[in-house]
């Protein structure tokens, strides 16, 4: 591809962190790893933050952590990655799918309250692309129907709302750090969370379920638990990207808002909108367009690789409605998403001129 999706951000200074882990014969969970999610914690503002694997596995453990069972039932957009959806159904709960507000592509807030019944027992919804939340609409229902709310902030590290970063709002938040994403370890997720207790557990819950506090020594095992720990040699390479967060955030956002004027001169496109008192962190620039998939297909044969936005769910043979699976409406929003949403190439270096060239090419049709 002439102008690809992503572009990694791999620097020497990297290489080095990763050759000097490798050099200490540390290659498991250690002091780079621990280095990492106290630097993670602190730049997003929160009381407590875990590295684990993936963001998957991070949702997994937080509805794990909250007693998510069989018979429960879990709120979660339609527009998402499966992963949102597949987590709750695996737990053996039933996932119900509720609509979007295709403007937003975040979840429909009434749509949300209106799927509440006796049965439901957590809120999944997502701050897609980096898209915060409306945390203020979204805490007065968690409230209202005192029900916990798990964010898959998969795509919203760096995103803040009301001056915050994205990762405090939430019971417990969850972020991803693939190589899609704006901060990356290569595969990895990070669990953030006010609650002391709840942190605890979830270090528990990674860790082999051994206890939070006591020495190696005396190894205490209190519950069940799992692997999520992660390499000192990606949390190497997560400390180095880190370091430069801030700078490759302005970039994506000043890359997104030269897109939006440009793009919002085509006739036919549409821009989607960030959430009122919200700062987006444009893991995806998206534009919302007519005949898409043509246009997919007609600017990826000129060597530029745009893409769709995400997935929506109900449109997916895993999620039909069945006992693991209830669409609470039609779905309107989030078909429309999944039929115009259409990415854009981004990444720290991409240049006026390439930028000039996706939106000829998108233009031409
Ligand atoms: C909204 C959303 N949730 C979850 C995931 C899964 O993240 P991971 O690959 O870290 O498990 C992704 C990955 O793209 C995502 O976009």
């Not at 990070?190 to 942190?199: C, M, N, P, S, V």
């Not at 999620?319 to 720290?348: I, K, M, N, T």
Request: with cysteine; net charge negative.
């Amino acid at each position: 591809m002439k102008i690809p999706l992503i572009k990694l951000y791999i620097t020497e200074g990297m290489k080095r962190r990763v050759g000097e882990v490798l050099d200490s014969g540390m290659l498991t969970e250690g002091k780079v790893t621990a280095a990492f999610e106290t630097g993670c914690r602190d730049y997003l503002g929160v009381s407590h933050c875990l590295a684990v694997t993936s963001c998957t596995a991070g949702i997994e453990a937080a509805l794990r952590c909250l007693g998510i069972t069989a018979g429960d039932e879990v709120i979660v957009p339609d527009y998402t990655y499966p992963a949102t959806a597949s987590v709750p159904m695996l737990l053996g709960a039933t996932v119900v799918l509720v609509d979007i507000d295709p403007q937003t592509m975040l979840i429909d807030y009434d749509a949300m309250e209106a799927a509440i019944t006796p049965r439901t027992k957590a809120l999944v919804p997502v701050s897609l692309f980096g898209n915060p939340l409306d945390y203020d609409r979204l805490t007065a229902i968690s409230h209202r129907y005192d029900l916990p709310v798990v964010e898959d902030a998969a795509c919203a590290f760096g995103a803040s709302y009301r001056g915050r970063r994205v990762g405090g709002f939430a019971d417990i938040s969850v972020f991803s750090l693939h190589p899609r994403k704006f901060i990356t370890t290569g595969e990895g997720g990070l669990i953030t969370a006010e609650r002391k207790e709840y942190r605890d557990w979830l270090w528990s819950y990674k860790h082999f379920g051994l206890a939070a506090t006591g020495s190696r020594e005396a190894a205490r095992f209190i519950m069940p638990g799992t692997n999520y720990k992660m390499s000192d040699l990606l949390a190497a390479v997560g400390l180095e990207q880190l370091a430069v967060a801030e700078e490759l955030l302005s970039r994506r956002q000043e890359l997104a808002a030269r897109y939006h004027d440009l793009c919002g001169r085509i006739p036919g496109f549409e821009l989607p909108q960030t959430t009122p008192n919200g700062v987006h962190s444009y893991q995806t620039c998206c534009v919302m367009v007519p005949e898409r998939d043509r246009l997919l297909t007609r600017v990826r044969q000129q060597g530029i690789e745009v893409q769709i936005g995400t997935y929506c769910l109900h449109r997916q043979p895993a999620f039909q409605p069945g006992p693991r699976c209830r669409w609470a409406d039609a779905l309107a929003g989030s078909a429309e998403a999944g039929d115009r949403c259409l990415a854009l190439p981004l990444f720290h270096d991409l240049t006026d001129a390439e930028q000039d060239a996706v939106v000829a090419a998108i233009g031409r049709g």
